[in-house]
């Protein structure tokens, strides 16, 4: 008791000025600590390596798959608006991504997929072959619009008799995120075996070491050539058949610039046997989580009921405002997407897919949940602190 009068006597002879003073110089070294460990913390991507920027393919009468360069938007992008700066004031959207090559493109990041990675690819090339083929409709053969007095009006599978005057074709890209099996040899395997114009719409690349799936993704999606770029897991666990849903739902939100994302959600299924049978601890995990989401991201983002779907589809235009700003490669990647496609002002529209759990899966529910947990709490930090800027 003496001492604690002791210290309140010393306290009150202290001047009010100096311990205003000493609070405040407090607050502001905690902040620039927390700013500065925020820095360190916050995962910065490496730029990708001269190797990676290459595929391999199966040509016509080919077997080996040779490398090749890979062409690439978003240096031509990059290149195009350091230009525009250099010259004076300028926005994004002043700036134009490259024309599409192909109508669709599929994002496929692997690691150590050879087990379930033919499968996939079966069904998506199925799908991608019947409904977009190689080939125009008669009436866009020769890049001609379709005659139609509603320009934009698409076919039940999404495919454009629009704008873009029906651009036929497909591509695959297998972005193999460090695969120490035999990944690479399946996707190229699987290629032989395809055989035809459809082997050379199969792209593989390579990453020198893994990064986490966001860092795939993002690495694909640097390289497409599609008129839509779609990303969806190795595990086929998203039922490919309903790529047309997302195609026409992005066409229905699409902006003046034609900028559109469509996300497959499972939130329709939380009710069903697939999900009630899961563990009580992934069950309560995958709630926890949803209630993070809410907490933490801005309200567009919060308001989508599954962000963590692999299957979400972007159309071209839409790409510039997103992937050149990616940070995340692990799990919580899809957050920063839809955040930043919120922040550029641009439409998203959550479509029911069909969905089937899958064994071999490579989550550890409880850490990478833990990991999901911190990844969005130091995502969220970094972009509302000025970490991370749109440049």
Known sequence: MDYLRHVLRTSQAVPLPLIVTLVVSTVVGLCLLFYLALFIVAPIPRPPLRSEKSYRTIEPGEYSGEARPLPCWQDKYNAQKEAARRKGNFTETD????????????????????DRLGIMLTEAVEYLQ???????????????????????????????????????????????????????????????????????????????????????????????????????????????????????????????????????????????EAVVKRSFLRNLLMHSFHLLLR??????????????????????????????????????????????????????????????????SKLNVLWDSLGMAWGLAVLRAAWGLGVYRRS
């Open 95 to 114: 700036l134009q991504v490259e024309e599409p090559e192909v109508f669709m493109s599929l994002v496929v990041p692997a690691f150590n997929e050879e």
């Open 130 to 272: 019947h409904e977009y083929g190689n080939e125009a409709p008669k009436s866009q053969a020769n890049g001609n619009r379709a005659k139609r007095k509603d320009a934009t009006q698409a076919l039940p599978n999404g495919y454009a008799e629009s704008n873009s005057g029906g651009l036929p074709g497909w591509e695959i890209l297998v972005v193999s995120d460090g695969s120490t099996d035999k990944t690479i040899e399946t996707a190229l395997q699987f290629a032989r075996e395809l055989g035809g114009k459809s082997a050379s719409c199969i792209r593989v690349i390579s990453l020198h070491e893994n990064r986490g799936k966001g860092g795939a993704v993002t690495h694909g999606m640097r390289h497409v050539r599609g008129q839509y770029a779609i990303f969806a897991d190795a595990d086929g666990a998203s039922k490919f058949e309903d790529l047309g849903k997302l195609v026409r739902e992005s066409k229905k939100i699409e902006d003046a610039e034609g900028r559109g994302v469509a996300v497959g959600s499972r939130a329709h299924l939380v009710g069903s």
């Open 295 to 360: 907490l933490l991201t801005p309200p567009a983002t919060a308001a989508i009921r599954d962000t963590q779907c692999g299957f979400k589809l972007f159309s071209r235009p839409s790409l510039p405002y997103i992937i050149p700003y990616m940070h995340s490669e692990g799990w919580i990647f899809d957050v920063e997407m839809l955040m930043l496609a919120e922040s550029a002002g641009i439409p998203v529209a959550e479509v029911p897919i069909g969905w089937q759990e899958v064994k071999g």
